[in-house]
Protein backbone atom coordinates (compact mmCIF):
# COMPACT_ATOMS: atom_id res chain seq x y z
CA UNK A 1 0.00 0.00 0.00
CA UNK A 2 1.45 3.18 -0.96
CA UNK A 3 1.95 5.47 2.46
CA UNK A 4 3.85 8.47 0.56
CA UNK A 5 0.48 11.39 0.16
CA UNK A 6 0.54 13.65 3.33
CA UNK A 7 -2.38 14.47 4.39
CA UNK A 8 -2.74 17.11 7.05
CA UNK A 9 -6.21 16.96 8.85
CA UNK A 10 -7.46 20.15 10.63
CA UNK A 11 -11.24 18.82 11.63
CA UNK A 12 -12.05 22.53 13.62
CA UNK A 13 -14.90 23.44 15.99
CA UNK A 14 -18.27 22.14 16.16
CA UNK A 15 -19.60 19.87 13.69
CA UNK A 16 -16.18 19.41 11.92
CA UNK A 17 -14.53 16.49 14.39
CA UNK A 18 -17.60 14.44 13.45
CA UNK A 19 -18.17 14.94 10.18
CA UNK A 20 -14.40 14.01 9.90
CA UNK A 21 -14.55 11.09 11.64
CA UNK A 22 -16.99 9.49 9.36
CA UNK A 23 -14.00 10.27 6.66
CA UNK A 24 -11.67 8.53 8.48
CA UNK A 25 -13.62 5.20 7.96
CA UNK A 26 -13.61 5.96 4.60
CA UNK A 27 -9.94 6.81 4.19
CA UNK A 28 -9.48 3.36 6.53
CA UNK A 29 -11.67 1.31 4.20
CA UNK A 30 -9.90 2.68 0.74
CA UNK A 31 -6.56 1.65 2.79
CA UNK A 32 -7.84 -1.85 3.00
CA UNK A 33 -9.71 -2.51 0.21
CA UNK A 34 -8.09 -0.07 -2.61
CA UNK A 35 -4.44 0.18 -1.46
CA UNK A 36 -4.57 3.76 -0.96
CA UNK A 37 -2.55 5.07 2.34
CA UNK A 38 -2.27 8.13 3.48
CA UNK A 39 0.57 9.40 6.33
CA UNK A 40 -1.47 11.84 8.27
CA UNK A 41 -0.87 14.19 10.42
CA UNK A 42 -3.56 16.03 13.26
CA UNK A 43 -3.50 19.57 14.27
CA UNK A 44 -5.77 22.09 15.26
CA UNK A 45 -7.22 25.25 13.43
CA UNK A 46 -10.48 27.84 14.85
CA UNK A 47 -12.06 28.03 17.86
CA UNK A 48 -9.96 25.18 19.19
CA UNK A 49 -6.48 26.12 18.14
CA UNK A 50 -7.52 29.89 19.82
CA UNK A 51 -8.27 27.92 23.07
CA UNK A 52 -5.33 26.15 23.31
CA UNK A 53 -2.22 28.56 21.90
CA UNK A 54 -3.96 31.80 21.52
CA UNK A 55 -3.98 32.01 17.92
CA UNK A 56 -6.37 30.65 15.69
CA UNK A 57 -3.61 28.81 13.34
CA UNK A 58 -0.18 27.78 15.06
CA UNK A 59 2.72 28.47 13.05
CA UNK A 60 3.49 24.50 13.29
CA UNK A 61 -0.22 23.97 11.73
CA UNK A 62 0.90 26.24 9.20
CA UNK A 63 4.35 24.94 8.50
CA UNK A 64 2.21 21.15 8.20
CA UNK A 65 0.04 22.50 6.04
CA UNK A 66 2.80 24.12 3.46
CA UNK A 67 4.51 20.63 3.41
CA UNK A 68 1.32 18.62 3.10
CA UNK A 69 0.57 17.08 -0.11
CA UNK A 70 -3.55 18.65 0.70
CA UNK A 71 -5.26 19.81 3.67
CA UNK A 72 -8.69 18.57 4.48
CA UNK A 73 -10.81 20.63 6.39
CA UNK A 74 -13.63 20.47 8.60
CA UNK A 75 -14.84 23.78 9.77
CA UNK A 76 -14.40 26.87 12.37
CA UNK A 77 -16.38 29.20 14.74
CA UNK A 78 -18.98 29.64 17.14
CA UNK A 79 -20.66 31.55 19.62
CA UNK A 80 -18.02 31.21 22.40
CA UNK A 81 -15.39 33.15 20.10
CA UNK A 82 -17.87 35.58 19.07
CA UNK A 83 -15.74 38.29 21.55
CA UNK A 84 -12.67 37.32 20.39
CA UNK A 85 -10.54 39.88 18.47
CA UNK A 86 -11.38 40.44 14.68
CA UNK A 87 -7.72 39.57 14.39
CA UNK A 88 -8.09 36.35 16.12
CA UNK A 89 -11.49 35.15 15.21
CA UNK A 90 -11.73 31.63 14.27
CA UNK A 91 -12.19 32.36 11.15
CA UNK A 92 -8.78 33.78 10.73
CA UNK A 93 -7.40 30.92 10.88
CA UNK A 94 -8.94 29.65 7.06
CA UNK A 95 -8.20 32.80 6.09
CA UNK A 96 -4.10 32.13 6.87
CA UNK A 97 -4.53 29.25 5.43
CA UNK A 98 -5.72 30.23 1.91
CA UNK A 99 -3.23 33.04 1.85
CA UNK A 100 0.16 31.25 3.39
CA UNK A 101 -0.83 28.36 0.83
CA UNK A 102 -1.82 30.74 -2.12
CA UNK A 103 -4.74 28.88 -2.62
CA UNK A 104 -6.33 31.18 -5.27
CA UNK A 105 -8.92 28.85 -6.95
CA UNK A 106 -11.68 27.77 -5.07
CA UNK A 107 -13.60 25.10 -6.81
CA UNK A 108 -17.54 24.74 -5.63
CA UNK A 109 -19.43 22.25 -7.42
CA UNK A 110 -23.20 22.78 -7.36
CA UNK A 111 -25.09 19.29 -8.15
CA UNK A 112 -28.59 17.72 -7.46
CA UNK A 113 -28.78 14.21 -6.82
CA UNK A 114 -31.76 12.40 -8.70
CA UNK A 115 -32.80 11.21 -5.21
CA UNK A 116 -33.27 15.06 -4.00
CA UNK A 117 -34.49 17.02 -6.37
CA UNK A 118 -37.24 18.01 -4.34
CA UNK A 119 -35.25 18.77 -1.86
CA UNK A 120 -34.67 22.29 -3.82
CA UNK A 121 -36.77 25.29 -3.92
CA UNK A 122 -36.58 25.31 -6.92
CA UNK A 123 -39.19 23.11 -9.39
CA UNK A 124 -37.89 19.63 -9.78
CA UNK A 125 -37.86 20.97 -13.73
CA UNK A 126 -35.81 23.81 -12.87
CA UNK A 127 -33.09 21.62 -11.23
CA UNK A 128 -33.21 18.15 -11.99
CA UNK A 129 -29.89 16.95 -13.56
CA UNK A 130 -27.87 20.46 -12.57
CA UNK A 131 -24.27 19.59 -12.46
CA UNK A 132 -22.38 23.53 -12.51
CA UNK A 133 -18.99 24.48 -11.08
CA UNK A 134 -18.29 28.20 -10.03
CA UNK A 135 -14.32 28.88 -9.63
CA UNK A 136 -14.03 31.66 -7.17
CA UNK A 137 -10.75 33.57 -6.86
CA UNK A 138 -9.77 33.83 -3.47
CA UNK A 139 -6.71 35.33 -2.28
CA UNK A 140 -7.33 39.00 -3.72
CA UNK A 141 -10.00 41.18 -3.66
CA UNK A 142 -11.94 43.24 -1.48
CA UNK A 143 -11.08 40.42 1.24
CA UNK A 144 -7.41 41.07 1.05
CA UNK A 145 -7.61 44.61 -0.72
CA UNK A 146 -5.39 47.38 1.03
CA UNK A 147 -5.78 49.61 2.81
CA UNK A 148 -8.42 48.36 5.13
CA UNK A 149 -10.39 49.41 8.14
CA UNK A 150 -12.45 51.97 10.06
CA UNK A 151 -11.78 55.28 12.07
CA UNK A 152 -13.76 58.20 12.65
CA UNK A 153 -13.78 60.98 9.88
CA UNK A 154 -13.11 64.75 9.79
CA UNK A 155 -16.78 65.25 10.02
CA UNK A 156 -17.10 63.11 13.57
CA UNK A 157 -18.51 60.14 11.97
CA UNK A 158 -17.25 56.47 12.40
CA UNK A 159 -16.29 55.51 9.05
CA UNK A 160 -15.18 51.94 7.75
CA UNK A 161 -13.70 51.09 4.05
CA UNK A 162 -12.63 47.84 2.04
CA UNK A 163 -10.32 47.95 -1.04
CA UNK A 164 -10.90 45.96 -3.91
CA UNK A 165 -7.97 45.08 -6.12
CA UNK A 166 -7.03 42.70 -8.45
CA UNK A 167 -4.02 42.32 -10.61
CA UNK A 168 -3.93 41.07 -14.48
CA UNK A 169 -1.95 37.82 -13.23
CA UNK A 170 -4.25 36.99 -10.30
CA UNK A 171 -7.23 37.15 -13.11
CA UNK A 172 -5.82 35.35 -15.80
CA UNK A 173 -4.41 32.23 -13.37
CA UNK A 174 -8.01 31.77 -11.90
CA UNK A 175 -9.64 32.24 -15.56
CA UNK A 176 -6.85 29.84 -16.66
CA UNK A 177 -8.31 27.08 -14.06
CA UNK A 178 -12.16 27.84 -15.21
CA UNK A 179 -10.44 27.30 -19.01
CA UNK A 180 -8.64 23.74 -18.40
CA UNK A 181 -11.87 22.34 -16.24
CA UNK A 182 -14.37 23.58 -18.64
CA UNK A 183 -11.91 21.18 -21.38
CA UNK A 184 -12.85 18.40 -19.05
CA UNK A 185 -16.79 19.08 -18.75
CA UNK A 186 -18.77 20.84 -21.62
CA UNK A 187 -16.18 23.13 -22.80
CA UNK A 188 -17.73 26.42 -21.90
CA UNK A 189 -17.36 29.51 -19.46
CA UNK A 190 -19.07 32.13 -18.46
CA UNK A 191 -17.36 35.07 -16.57
CA UNK A 192 -19.19 37.09 -14.22
CA UNK A 193 -18.26 40.25 -12.67
CA UNK A 194 -19.36 44.42 -13.07
CA UNK A 195 -18.00 46.09 -15.74
CA UNK A 196 -20.56 48.73 -15.73
CA UNK A 197 -19.59 49.84 -12.34
CA UNK A 198 -15.87 48.82 -11.37
CA UNK A 199 -12.69 49.49 -12.83
CA UNK A 200 -11.94 45.60 -11.43
CA UNK A 201 -14.85 44.55 -13.61
CA UNK A 202 -13.15 45.96 -16.76
CA UNK A 203 -9.92 44.78 -15.92
CA UNK A 204 -11.54 41.22 -15.35
CA UNK A 205 -13.28 41.24 -18.51
CA UNK A 206 -10.30 42.50 -20.63
CA UNK A 207 -8.22 39.80 -19.11
CA UNK A 208 -10.33 37.16 -19.56
CA UNK A 209 -11.29 38.05 -23.01
CA UNK A 210 -7.21 38.22 -24.03
CA UNK A 211 -6.42 34.95 -22.17
CA UNK A 212 -9.08 33.50 -23.92
CA UNK A 213 -7.96 34.61 -27.58
CA UNK A 214 -4.67 33.40 -26.60
CA UNK A 215 -4.80 30.15 -25.32
CA UNK A 216 -8.75 28.86 -25.06
CA UNK A 217 -10.42 29.94 -28.29
CA UNK A 218 -11.28 26.10 -28.58
CA UNK A 219 -13.82 26.69 -24.91
CA UNK A 220 -17.07 28.77 -25.75
CA UNK A 221 -16.56 32.04 -23.68
CA UNK A 222 -19.66 34.67 -22.46
CA UNK A 223 -19.75 37.40 -20.25
CA UNK A 224 -22.52 38.21 -17.59
CA UNK A 225 -23.07 40.97 -14.51
CA UNK A 226 -22.53 39.47 -11.44
CA UNK A 227 -25.87 40.71 -10.25
CA UNK A 228 -27.69 39.50 -13.60
CA UNK A 229 -26.40 36.09 -13.26
CA UNK A 230 -27.79 35.72 -9.70
CA UNK A 231 -31.19 36.03 -11.16
CA UNK A 232 -30.59 33.34 -14.06
CA UNK A 233 -29.35 30.93 -11.71
CA UNK A 234 -32.56 30.99 -10.22
CA UNK A 235 -34.41 31.35 -13.66
CA UNK A 236 -32.44 28.55 -15.46
CA UNK A 237 -29.65 27.71 -13.86
CA UNK A 238 -28.71 24.78 -16.01
CA UNK A 239 -28.00 27.30 -18.69
CA UNK A 240 -24.24 27.15 -17.02
CA UNK A 241 -21.68 25.29 -16.42
CA UNK A 242 -18.33 26.56 -15.50
CA UNK A 243 -18.58 29.71 -13.73
CA UNK A 244 -15.43 32.42 -13.18
CA UNK A 245 -15.92 35.01 -10.64
CA UNK A 246 -14.02 37.52 -8.09
CA UNK A 247 -13.96 36.51 -4.62
CA UNK A 248 -17.02 38.61 -3.71
CA UNK A 249 -19.20 37.57 -6.46
CA UNK A 250 -17.80 34.13 -5.95
CA UNK A 251 -18.74 33.99 -2.14
CA UNK A 252 -22.42 35.03 -2.87
CA UNK A 253 -22.83 33.34 -6.33
CA UNK A 254 -21.83 29.82 -4.88
CA UNK A 255 -23.86 30.27 -1.76
CA UNK A 256 -26.86 31.16 -3.81
CA UNK A 257 -25.73 28.10 -6.46
CA UNK A 258 -25.61 25.56 -3.79
CA UNK A 259 -29.25 26.43 -2.12
CA UNK A 260 -30.14 25.10 -5.70
CA UNK A 261 -29.31 21.75 -4.35
CA UNK A 262 -31.63 21.43 -1.41
CA UNK A 263 -28.76 21.46 1.35
CA UNK A 264 -25.67 23.03 2.53
CA UNK A 265 -24.71 19.61 4.11
CA UNK A 266 -24.89 18.16 0.53
CA UNK A 267 -21.65 20.04 -1.15
CA UNK A 268 -17.76 20.00 -1.46
CA UNK A 269 -15.19 22.22 -2.41
CA UNK A 270 -11.67 22.50 -2.87
CA UNK A 271 -8.97 25.45 -2.86
CA UNK A 272 -5.93 24.64 -5.24
CA UNK A 273 -2.68 26.81 -5.79
CA UNK A 274 -0.76 27.14 -8.94
CA UNK A 275 1.66 24.12 -10.37
CA UNK A 276 5.10 23.95 -9.53
CA UNK A 277 7.38 22.07 -11.44
CA UNK A 278 6.74 18.70 -10.54
CA UNK A 279 3.00 19.86 -10.75
CA UNK A 280 2.04 19.30 -7.52
CA UNK A 281 -0.65 21.97 -6.14
CA UNK A 282 -1.06 23.06 -3.02
CA UNK A 283 -4.53 22.77 -2.02
CA UNK A 284 -7.44 22.56 0.67
CA UNK A 285 -10.58 20.47 1.02
CA UNK A 286 -13.96 21.36 3.07
CA UNK A 287 -17.20 21.27 3.18
CA UNK A 288 -18.91 24.49 2.22
CA UNK A 289 -20.99 24.34 5.61
CA UNK A 290 -20.45 26.18 8.88
CA UNK A 291 -19.93 24.47 12.59
CA UNK A 292 -23.59 24.55 13.06
CA UNK A 293 -22.92 25.29 16.61
CA UNK A 294 -26.65 24.35 17.68
CA UNK A 295 -26.65 21.02 16.56
CA UNK A 296 -22.68 19.80 17.22
CA UNK A 297 -22.04 16.73 19.23
CA UNK A 298 -25.62 15.69 19.20
CA UNK A 299 -24.59 13.11 16.65
CA UNK A 300 -27.35 15.03 13.63
CA UNK A 301 -24.76 16.56 11.31
CA UNK A 302 -25.08 15.53 7.59
CA UNK A 303 -21.62 13.83 6.69
CA UNK A 304 -21.77 14.09 2.90
CA UNK A 305 -20.19 17.26 2.23
CA UNK A 306 -17.35 16.59 4.08
CA UNK A 307 -17.06 12.83 2.72
CA UNK A 308 -17.60 14.28 -1.16
CA UNK A 309 -14.35 17.23 -0.12
CA UNK A 310 -12.66 14.12 0.58
CA UNK A 311 -13.64 12.87 -2.85
CA UNK A 312 -12.29 15.85 -4.62
CA UNK A 313 -9.20 15.54 -2.82
CA UNK A 314 -8.59 12.10 -4.21
CA UNK A 315 -9.57 13.56 -7.71
CA UNK A 316 -7.69 16.83 -7.84
CA UNK A 317 -4.40 16.18 -5.50
CA UNK A 318 -3.49 12.43 -6.29
CA UNK A 319 -5.26 11.69 -9.45
CA UNK A 320 -7.52 8.91 -8.12
CA UNK A 321 -10.06 9.24 -10.64
CA UNK A 322 -11.56 5.70 -9.97
CA UNK A 323 -11.64 6.33 -6.18
CA UNK A 324 -13.50 9.83 -6.68
CA UNK A 325 -16.00 8.12 -8.76
CA UNK A 326 -16.17 5.65 -6.18
CA UNK A 327 -16.94 7.63 -3.29
CA UNK A 328 -19.51 9.97 -5.07
CA UNK A 329 -21.49 7.08 -6.43
CA UNK A 330 -21.76 5.95 -2.96
CA UNK A 331 -23.18 8.77 -1.67
CA UNK A 332 -25.92 8.75 -4.88
CA UNK A 333 -26.55 5.85 -4.00
CA UNK A 334 -27.34 5.60 -0.14
CA UNK A 335 -29.16 8.75 -1.08
CA UNK A 336 -31.53 6.64 -3.65
CA UNK A 337 -31.66 4.36 -0.85
CA UNK A 338 -33.38 6.49 0.86
CA UNK A 339 -31.22 7.52 3.35
CA UNK A 340 -31.54 11.11 5.21
CA UNK A 341 -29.78 13.25 7.47
CA UNK A 342 -32.10 16.01 9.36
CA UNK A 343 -31.29 18.51 6.99
CA UNK A 344 -32.37 16.30 4.02
CA UNK A 345 -36.04 15.79 5.46
CA UNK A 346 -38.24 17.86 3.10
CA UNK A 347 -41.83 17.59 2.08
CA UNK A 348 -43.41 15.57 5.28
CA UNK A 349 -42.49 12.55 2.93
CA UNK A 350 -41.56 9.24 4.42
CA UNK A 351 -41.86 6.17 2.71
CA UNK A 352 -38.99 4.87 1.85
CA UNK A 353 -37.27 7.06 3.54
CA UNK A 354 -34.55 6.14 6.93
CA UNK A 355 -33.86 9.17 8.98
CA UNK A 356 -30.03 8.49 10.45
CA UNK A 357 -27.55 10.67 12.34
CA UNK A 358 -23.79 11.19 11.76
CA UNK A 359 -22.29 7.70 12.40
CA UNK A 360 -25.11 5.93 10.72
CA UNK A 361 -24.83 8.06 6.85
CA UNK A 362 -21.17 7.20 7.54
CA UNK A 363 -21.46 3.93 8.12
CA UNK A 364 -23.84 3.44 5.14
CA UNK A 365 -21.56 4.93 2.59
CA UNK A 366 -18.69 2.74 3.53
CA UNK A 367 -21.48 -0.61 3.21
CA UNK A 368 -21.93 0.68 -0.29
CA UNK A 369 -18.36 0.86 -0.76
CA UNK A 370 -18.04 -2.58 0.22
CA UNK A 371 -21.16 -3.31 -2.43
CA UNK A 372 -19.92 -1.57 -5.37
CA UNK A 373 -16.54 -3.48 -5.40
Not at 249 to 256: A, P, R, T
Request: aromatic share 6%; charged share 30%; proline share 4%.
Amino acid sequence: MASNRNLLMLPGDGIGPEVMNEVRKIIAWMGKKRAVGFDIKEDLVGGAALDKHGVPLSDDAMKAALEADAVLFGSVGGPKWDTADFSKKPERGLLRLRKEMDLFANLRPAKVFDALVDASSLKPEIVKGLDLMIIRELTSGVYFGEPRGRHTNARGEVEAFDTQRYTAPEIRRVCAVAFELARKRKNKVLSAEKANVMYTGVLWREEATKLHKESYSDVALSHMYADALAMQLLRSPKDFDVIVTDNLFGDILSDEASMLTGSLGLLPSASLGAPDATGRRKALYEPIHGSAPDIAGKGLANPIAQTLSYGMMLRYSFDLGNEADLVEKAVENVLAAGYRTGDLLVGGKTDGIKKVGTQEMGDAIVKELDRLV
